[in-house]
T-cell receptor
Framework: DAGITQSPRYKITETGRQVTLMCHQT?????MFWYRQDLGHGLRLIYY???????DKGEVPDGYVVSRSKTENFPLTLESATRSQTSVYFC????????????FGPGTRLTVL | GEDVEQSLFLSVREGDSSVINCTYT??????LYWYKQEPGAGLQLLTY?????DMKQDQRLTVLLNKKDKHLSLRIADTQTGDSAIYFC????????????FGKGTRLSVIA
């Protein structure tokens, strides 16, 4: 499928488990982002990547790990899930340059019990 | 610092105009954006304005930018029930290659 996809769309897990959320884009965009969306907080940036093998922390990186071995993929791993990580997670990509339209995936709703 | 502020809720009657406001703090912003998020979906770009413009019109949408006051607004004419969504204001900076800074979003409810 063309565009940006996320999997799974819904996930329920337990405290302490490792969870990986996948993000894939077909445009070869240089930049990719992970956000979490929580009521009252809007969108908060977790991590972003400017290119393969280049990642940087955002506003709320604690408890998350990212990697980017290929341009098109940007997985987000919760190494030991906590209840406070229950959220909706959005991946986005962007070509870069002065005009920065970010394209968002459909989101993954994660519940940590 | 970077901060984008929006009111959280707006309710309007179908057929009326909606005005969603946003203030930002960084005067070096180059582009300012409005994104729309429909229920259960990701954000989609609605419109944008370059920082050297005062106004941009696109069908029912009008964006006004007041750089002196660092104020951005989105006006939706003849608001429809399909316009019910969360609207996010966002800004980007000189280099362009930095993450957008988003406001918390304004939830627009349209009453039939």
């Amino acid at each position: 499928d063309a565009g940006i996809t996320q999997s799974p769309r819904y996930k329920i897990t337990e405290t302490g488990r490792q969870v990986t959320l996948m993000c894939h884009q077909t445009w070869s965009h240089s930049y990719m982002f992970w956000y979490r969306q929580d009521l009252g907080h809007g969108l908060r940036l977790i991590y972003y990547s400017a290119a393969a093998d280049i990642t940087d922390k955002g506003e709320v990186p604690d408890g998350y790990v990212v990697s980017r071995s290929k341009t098109e993929n940007f997985p987000l791993t919760l190494e030991s899930a906590t209840r406070s990580q229950t959220s909706v997670y959005f991946c986005a990509s962007m070509a870069g340059g002065s005009y920065n339209e970010q394209f968002f995936g459909p989101g993954t709703r994660l519940t940590v019990l | 610092g970077e901060d984008v502020e929006q009111s959280l809720f707006l309710s309007v009657r179908e057929g009326d105009s909606s005005v969603i406001n946003c203030t930002y703090t960084d005067s070096s912003s180059t582009y300012l954006y409005w994104y729309k998020q429909e229920p259960g979906a990701g954000l989609q770009l609605l419109t944008y304005i370059f920082s050297n413009m005062d106004m941009k019109q696109d069908q029912r949408l009008t964006v006004l930018l007041n750089k002196k006051d660092k104020h951005l607004s989105l006006r939706i004419a003849d608001t429809q029930t399909g316009d019910s969504a969360i609207y996010f204001c966002a800004e980007s900076f000189n280099s362009g290659n930095t993450p957008l800074v988003f406001g918390k979003g304004t939830r627009l409810s349209v009453i039939a």
